[in-house]
C-alpha cells in the first residue's frame, strides 16, 4: 500500500519558474521513477527538464512573458497502474504536455491509456522499446532516446570488438528486457558469437543465487546484463562475484550509472556497455550549462530529458498557444532542419527567433533528429569501466 501511495503522489518542484500570480501559467508534467529499479537516475534526468523549462520561463520571451510551474509523478518504472493513475493526476491538474515516462513498459502503458485518448503530448527521454516505434499514439508520442532496434545492435559490436567468443543473456522480465534481449541476442549471433543462454530474472529479489546458477551452468566468457541497475541487474552481478561464476559484465543502458560503480568498484574493470549519448558540441555545451546549475551531467538520459523539455516549449512558442493541440502540431518543425540550429543554454535565442517568424532546427544535448514518427535516430556511447569508475571510450 506504502508503495501505491507514493507511485501516485504527486508533487510539485519548486523551481523558480512559478505561475504568473493572475493564474496565466503554464502548466508542465514531469513523470518519472522517482521509486523503484532506476530511482539513482531519476533526479537528474527530472533536474535537467526543469532546467529547459526555467530557462524558456526565464528567458521573458516565451509566448510574450509567460511561466511554466512543474508537477511531478512518480512513474515507479514498473508499475503500469501507479503510473497510469499518477499520469492521470497530472492530466486531471492541466499539464499542457509531459516529459516522460522513462521505462518503456510505463511508458506505453501511459500513453495508451491516458496521453493519447486526452490529447496530451509526452516526450520520453528513456523509454527504448523496440515495439515503441509502431504506438498507435495519433502523433502524441515522441522519445528523444533512439530504439532499442539500434541500442542492441551496437552493443553486440562493441561485444565482438571487444573480442568475446561466448556470452550468457540475461534480462529484466517486461518490454524493455525482452526486447533489447532479443535483438541483442541475434546481434551477436550475427557476429559469430555464441549466446550459451537468454534468461528472464525477476527485480524485487533479495538472492540472485538461483539466477547465476542457470547462467553459471551454461557458461560463456561474459554476461550480458540487461536490466536495472538499482534492482535484479545488480543482483545478478552480485551473486556473480560473490559466486565466482563472472567477472565480466556486459552492461545495458539501464544497468550504466554511478550507484553500480559505488557498490562494486573496482570488481568490475574488465566489464563495459552502451548508452544513448553524444560527444558532439551541444554534449559539451550541455555539460557546462547543467554544471552552473548545480546539475551533474554525467548519468544516463540528462540531455534528453533536457531536450525534451525544450522541445515541448519551443513547439508552443511556434503556434504561438500553449496548449496541447499546439504542441502536437509543432514538434516535428522544431526538431528537424530547415532553420538555424540550436543549442543548450539558447532557448532565448530561438524562442525569439520563433517569434519572429524564423525557422529552428533544435540541436540539443543529444544532436536531435527525429525520424516520422517521433523518435530519435540517436547516437551511443561506447562505456567501460576503469579504476572502478565508467569512462567512455567513444562515441558509436
Do not use: W
Request: with cysteine; hydrophobic share 40%; net charge neutral.
Amino acid at each position: 500500500m506504502r508503495k501505491l501511495i507514493l507511485a501516485v503522489f504527486l508533487f510539485v518542484s519548486t523551481i523558480a519558474t512559478n505561475s504568473n500570480a493572475d493564474g496565466h501559467g503554464i502548466k508542465m508534467g514531469i513523470i518519472l521513477g522517482f521509486t523503484g529499479p532506476i530511482e539513482s537516475l531519476t533526479p537528474a534526468m527530472a533536474a535537467s527538464a526543469e532546467l529547459a523549462f526555467k530557462e524558456a520561463s526565464d528567458s521573458g520571451s516565451l509566448l510574450g512573458g509567460k511561466k511554466i510551474s512543474v508537477e511531478r509523478a512518480d512513474s515507479t518504472c514498473v508499475d503500469s497502474a501507479a503510473a497510469t493513475s499518477a499520469a492521470e493526476g497530472l492530466v486531471s491538474n492541466g499539464v499542457v504536455a509531459i516529459m516522460g515516462a522513462d521505462c518503456s513498459g510505463v511508458t506505453g502503458a501511459i500513453a495508451t491509456n491516458v496521453a493519447v485518448p486526452n490529447g496530451v503530448v509526452m516526450i520520453s527521454p528513456s523509454a527504448t522499446s523496440p515495439g515503441l516505434t509502431d504506438l498507435k499514439d495519433n502523433g502524441y508520442f515522441f522519445r528523444t532516446a533512439p530504439s532499442d532496434a539500434r541500442g542492441g545492435q551496437i552493443l553486440a559490436d562493441i561485444t565482438k570488438d571487444r573480442k568475446i567468443k561466448s556470452v550468457a543473456i540475461t534480462y529484466t522480465n517486461n518490454d524493455y528486457g525482452k526486447g533489447l534481449a532479443d535483438v541483442y541476442a541475434a546481434a551477436v549471433k550475427a557476429h559469430g558469437i555464441k549466446v550459451t543462454t537468454s534468461a528472464a530474472h525477476e527485480d524485487g529479489k533479495a538472492d540472485y543465487s538461483a539466477e547465476v546458477a542457470t547462467l553459471a551452468s551454461a557458461g560463456g566468457d561474459a554476461v550480458a546484463v540487461i536490466g536495472y541497475l538499482d534492482q535484479g541487474g545488480k543482483g545478478i552481478i552480485q551473486g556473480s562475484l560473490d559466486s565466482g561464476a563472472f567477472d565480466t559484465f556486459i552492461l545495458s543502458d539501464g544497468m550504466i550509472g554511478d550507484s553500480l560503480t559505488e557498490t562494486f568498484g573496482k570488481s568490475l574493470n574488465k566489464s563495459f556497455g552502451s548508452l544513448p549519448g553524444s560527444t558532439g558540441k551541444g554534449a559539451g555545451v550541455f555539460k557546462n550549462v547543467a554544471k552552473a546549475a548545480g546539475i551533474d551531467s554525467s548519468g544516463p538520459y540528462t540531455g534528453e530529458s533536457y531536450d525534451a523539455a525544450a522541445l515541448i516549449t519551443l513547439a508552443m512558442q511556434a503556434g504561438g498557444k500553449a496548449d496541447r493541440a499546439t504542441i502536437q502540431k509543432n514538434v516535428m518543425s522544431v526538431a528537424n532542419a530547415p532553420g538555424k540550429k540550436i543549442y543548450p543554454g539558447e532557448l532565448k535565442k530561438a524562442l525569439d527567433l520563433l517569434a519572429k517568424g524564423k525557422d529552428i532546427n533544435y540541436e540539443g544535448a543529444t544532436g536531435v533528429e527525429f525520424t516520422e514518427v517521433g523518435e530519435a535516430f540517436g547516437s551511443f556511447l561506447e562505456k567501460e569501466i576503469k579504476g572502478g569508475k565508467f569512462k567512455t571510450k567513444k562515441q558509436r
